[in-house]
């Protein structure tokens, strides 16, 4: 790390804690040739995660789409608030374990459908009837045998 002060290449390292925010690392390091102290932040750097939607846009990976579709498929069912955030975060895990820099939201929204299934099947049947956009009662029917089965 050069100094800030001389220009210096040789700095060390004399004091490292978590920051405040708890995603970053505070470093406090001093100059082996002014002897001044400064500090500097060490942060992962992390590439944005594209969705390819239905319709080949593509826009930055949104975690409150997620949770807002799985809400709504809950809506008034006997699902605790931890089942929901533990779905959302079981389901993320997936997502980001991949290590891709593009995914196509019915990837996504397969595994939202495989975890609701083992949740709740009438939260499956809701979301899925949303996200598979049902025509007409004989597909939904299909889907409902499927769940039955």
Known sequence: MKCPFCGHENTRVIDSRPADDGSSIRRRRICDECDKR????EKVETIPLIIIKKDNNREAYDRTKIEAGVLRACHKRPISADQISNLVEAVEVEIFSREEKEIASSVIGE???????????V????????????KDVNTFMDEL???LE
């Open 111 to 121: 595994l939202i459908m495989d975890k609701l299934k083992d949740l709740d099947a």
């Open 145 to 147: 045998k499927k769940v």
């Open 123 to 134: 939260a499956y049947v809701r979301f899925s009837s949303v996200y598979r956009e049902f």
């Open 38 to 41: 400064f500090t500097t932040y």
